[in-house]
């Protein structure tokens, strides 16, 4: 894979991997981190930019990919005396990511853990605690060590 | 978060966030790739060169990060006329890792399709599909709607 492929047409097979083609809009870290930002309510520039010390040009680089692959879609707003702005909203392919960054979080409390204790997935309403696994079609739970990642790298070998 | 920052003492406390904190070790496009192709059965360093195309420098630097972070531990191995070499393998910490990118791979299927179809999470055994998705303590499904991720940027609003 040459390190300079970039975001492509979505009807091209190459590469033919999911993990990859995910990759090529999310495999950095400040995409996850302005997502991060975005589930947590932020939608407006300056306060992603706030929240990240993230430079302008790069943030700005990152909220198109982000768009232009579907993942955000903008809305214009404008605040009293001020010119009209674009805020950043999840779609659904988006919202759809909150399982990937939740896999990311319970990675991290497990395996990076922080002296003042773990982060936490809770059921809204119950807030009882939830965690990312392995389901059958029937929403029951399957272990990890049962699951094969069928990718085309697999599927080569 | 400034940009420069790297994979610290795990007994700091910054980064808070997990996700964060995973991003630290897994935030660039390679260490999930070659975290692929370990998950895939290849473990020598030609081996995961050849499947990338990545260069030497770049994924000695990505592996060293990744066993000095615990996620892969190194093997000698000697082949008949050469002389021993490390091989690969996931720790415990790396096999966890497999929720994380079966959840990168179920969204890019889903929304980075490719025009040959999408690959496949399944059951070792009876080969039936499966799914990643957000789980109870009773290892029942929970929908995504009804979970908050409770990342300190969420604490923090």
Redesign the interface.
Known sequence: ???ERQWSD????EP??????????????WS??VL??I????HKFAEIQS?????SN?LSARLKLLVES??LRTKTYQEPGSRPRQSYHLTE?G??????????????????????G????????SG??????????D????P????????????R?
């Open positions: 894979m040459p390190a979505p009807m091209n097979d033919a991997c999911s993990i990859e083609r995910s990759l090529q809009i999310l495999g950095e870290r996850f981190l991060r930002e589930f947590a309510g932020k929240a990240l010390g993230i430079a790069l579907g993942v392919a919202r759809d990511l909150r399982v990937v960054l939740s896999a990311l979080q319970q990675w991290g409390d497990l395996h990076r853990p922080r002296p003042s773990p982060s936490a997935l809770r059921r809204t309403r009882s605690p939830v965690h990312v696994g392995f389901v059958d079609d929403g029951h739970e399957v990890p060590a049962d699951v094969v990642i069928v990718t085309d790298a697999v599927a070998t």
